[in-house]
């Protein structure tokens, strides 16, 4: 890592301390606390030094949204999560079921951990999209699209079980094919973790103690850290994996895999 990278490293944890204060000073929502811990330290890299941005808000487009979407959906219905109403700024959800709170909350995210990713790590030129990208709107599209059709006409299809499990086990699908089939972006994708370990588990904890979001499904087992409790699910698939299982769908459909 150069020096300039070590600076912009060092310089995002101030961002996380004062996300971490204003969010319990101020007893903020979700969607402002995205904002403060994904979108600001988001903006600051940028503008430490111009990213590809096409190929960014194309990933951003594709898991942040669509894949986001389609995710978000059927943990809300098996209520793999949930939130008071009085932490959402837009009450109006799509049909009955998401919030547009959602939506943002899930870009901003996709966006922090992409724009990350291509400062730090991944450091090519050429804003080239792959020409695997019309796959993956391909697939993101057809599965909201029978999604959306057996919600509206045998939503019993789509209840099950541990939905939180299940759903983390098929989104870590993608990286453990790129692993096995190329094992050197363990390396690259290992550089990531720990920082977003950090800024997710500190969200966490400042989530649950504002009673920003809350878990009412069926978990595997609870972690308890601070007297702070969540799902097993909660910690290890999105606190640990969730940042390298979207750089994997990354390099798949939108970098070059290299």
Not at 157 to 175: K, N
Not at 205 to 215: N, S, T
Not at 228 to 249: D, K, R
Request: glycine share 6%; net charge neutral; with cysteine.
């Amino acid at each position: 890592m150069n020096r300039s990278n070590k600076i912009d490293l060092v310089v995002l944890f101030p961002f996380l301390i004062v996300s971490v204060a204003i969010s319990l000073y101020f007893d903020v929502k979700p969607l402002t606390s995205a904002l403060l811990f994904f979108g600001f330290p988001s903006i600051y890299l940028l503008v430490r030094r111009p990213k590809n941005i096409h190929r960014v808000c194309a990933g951003t487009f594709l898991f942040g949204f669509l894949f986001g979407f389609g995710f978000d959906f059927i943990a809300l219905i098996n209520r793999a999560w949930s939130e008071p109403l009085s932490q959402i700024f837009f009450p109006n959800k799509i049909l009955n079921v998401i919030a547009i709170d959602h939506i943002i909350w899930f870009l901003l995210w996709t966006f922090s951990i992409i724009t990350f990713y291509e400062h730090f790590t991944d450091h090519e030129r050429s804003d080239e999209v792959s020409h695997n990208y019309k796959w993956g709107l391909y697939t993101a599209s057809s599965f909201i699209v029978v999604m959306l059709l057996l919600y509206l006409f045998e939503p019993g299809m789509l209840l099950f079980r541990y939905a939180y499990f299940v759903l983390g086990i098929v989104s870590t699908i993608p990286l453990v094919l790129l692993l096995i089939r190329r094992p050197s972006f363990y390396f690259k994708f290992i550089k990531v973790v720990p920082y977003f370990f950090i800024l997710y588990l500190s969200y966490e904890l400042v989530a649950i103690y504002l009673g920003q979001w809350y878990f009412p499904g069926q978990y595997i087992g609870q972690v308890n850290i601070f007297g702070l409790e969540f799902p097993f699910e909660e910690f290890f698939f999105w606190t640990i994996m969730s940042s390298v299982s979207v750089l994997s769908y990354y390099e798949i459909f939108v970098d070059d895999g290299k």
